[in-house]
């Protein structure tokens, strides 16, 4: 099942789909360009909220769709404070 995400940096949509073996799948509809995300740079990015760190924007990963991404699969427990540009735990 692929979820359509649009990023907070630059406004682009992205298309979000499971791997097969782990991880996922992100897609830029208008380029065809995809990136795999790992199991690993989500369970970090939990673990870091987690324990009560905020996170810069862009500190998730340099690449947009990566975090844009990133923050959609942990949206049931992160913050976006676009004010203050960090995320927490909610």
Known sequence: MKRKLESMHNGRQYQIKKHPKS???VT???TLSTVKIS???VDRTKAALESGQ???FRKISYTVAIETAVVQILSDIIDVDAINKVYTLA
Do not use: K
Request: proline share 8%.
């Open 39 to 41: 199991q690993g740079i």
């Open 23 to 25: 991880g996922w799948i």
């Open 54 to 56: 905020s996170i810069a």
């Open 28 to 30: 830029r509809p208008d």
